[in-house]
């Protein structure tokens, strides 16, 4: 849609997941910050080549680590993070029993220095950015604490986890109510 872009994991999948952005008439809004910092300072450099409006939040779909990786990037780029209730207490806790046995040390000293949020919700929340609305919704699906994120004006839909190409979504800790 005009002013959402899409940021698309490349072949060797070195940013871990996908995410998103939103251009509105003041500032920026970020959906899911990768898993690599590297590849979330790669997002902000082109955000900065489209736009010199400030990058205001980072909405977080999920706590999973390849969605929350690069928060820290963003919060220093002046981002104020907004999670689901849930991700606050999981974000660090729960992406280190996921890794289970296969985390390494540097793993897990990356995910306990994960950022928290600074605006969690468990209800609807909608961002104004200048006259553009943003419309985030708290819904069951992939962990449990999961959040969509919709831009009416554009008719596009952040999904998260909640929607794969290609293969059906995953369950990890989520809901099919």
Known sequence: GPGVYAA?????????????FVIGDDGVLVVDSLFDPAA????VAEIHRLTPKP???VVNTHYHADHTGGDQVLRDAGAVIIAHRNVRGWVRTNNIALFGDRITPELKARVEALPLPDVVTDT????????????IQAVLGHTGGDLTIAVPD???LFCGDML????????????VK
């Open 164 to 175: 794969w190409r290609k293969v059906p979504p995953n369950l990890i800790d989520g809901s």
């Open 40 to 43: 979330t300072r790669a997002l």
């Open 154 to 156: 554009a008719q596009v």
């Open 55 to 57: 990058i205001d939040y």
């Open 124 to 135: 609807d929340l909608t961002v104004w950015l200048g006259a553009r609305k943003v419309v």
């Open 8 to 20: 698309i994991d490349g072949p060797e999948h070195r940013s871990g997941s996908n995410a998103g």
